[in-house]
């Protein structure tokens, strides 16, 4: 029996539609590539590499590249008009509320873009707590660690949360540790995935069994 749920939320609270997504990765191939001077082009292979290790670009660069201006990294990624492309979601919040259980909020993004955009979806209050990446060190999806910090605070077991997260590798991270997860696949981009997927979070009452 599934007695908690943890959401993802960029591109799984508000669709990959709103073209946040892409305005983000800009800025992100913009600041990685400048602060390390190199092009993107020389810059991606070895970022992509670094993916495979490390849960986001910031803890790469960190602990690869002797990074250390979080602050700035996060205000260029992250600007305060970020949010504006938002606008709010009674639907989602009537469903969420809706649920057999509570629900949290788990993020690699750090909690002053997390609120942001829980506001502009006009969220406030819905979750049961949210879990950023700045609380863990730095340290987040995939890594074990995260999924349990998150799961000891509200005193579950993997197997009694459901996950959803629209990145594939976040979801089997979750699955490992004996936890049931969803990859939320809106565009149906992932068909190479093996494990359970929606393309609604409707969809995800039919795994809460």
Avoid at 68 to 87: S, W
Avoid at 111 to 138: C, D, T, W
Wanted: aromatic share 14%; net charge negative.
């Amino acid at each position: 029996m599934i007695r908690h749920i943890f959401f993802d939320l960029d591109n799984t609270l508000y669709s990959i539609n709103t073209g946040i997504e892409e305005l983000f990765l800009r800025r992100l191939k913009e600041y990685t590539s400048s602060w390390l001077g190199i092009t993107w082009e020389e810059c991606e292979p070895i970022w992509r590499e670094g993916l495979k290790t490390y849960g986001t670009t910031l803890e790469w660069l960190i602990k690869e590249k002797g990074f250390t201006d979080k602050d700035a990294y996060y205000a260029h990624i992250h600007p305060e008009d970020e949010a504006d492309f938002l606008e709010a979601d009674p639907e989602l919040r009537h469903f969420i509320e809706s649920l057999p259980c509570r629900s949290s909020i788990l993020t690699n993004s750090p909690p002053s873009h997390a609120e942001r955009i829980i506001k502009k979806l006009e969220l406030e209050g819905v979750f049961q707590n949210m879990f950023a990446i700045e609380e863990h060190g730095l340290k987040g999806k995939p890594h074990p660690s995260f999924f349990y910090r998150a799961l000891n605070c509200i005193g579950l077991q993997p197997y009694e949360a459901l996950f959803i997260d629209d990145i594939p590798r976040y979801v089997e991270g979750y699955i490992a540790i004996g936890g049931k997860g969803l990859l939320f696949d809106e565009r149906d981009k992932y068909t190479w995935y093996t494990h359970e997927r929606i393309k609604d979070l409707r969809e995800l009452l039919n795994f809460m069994g």
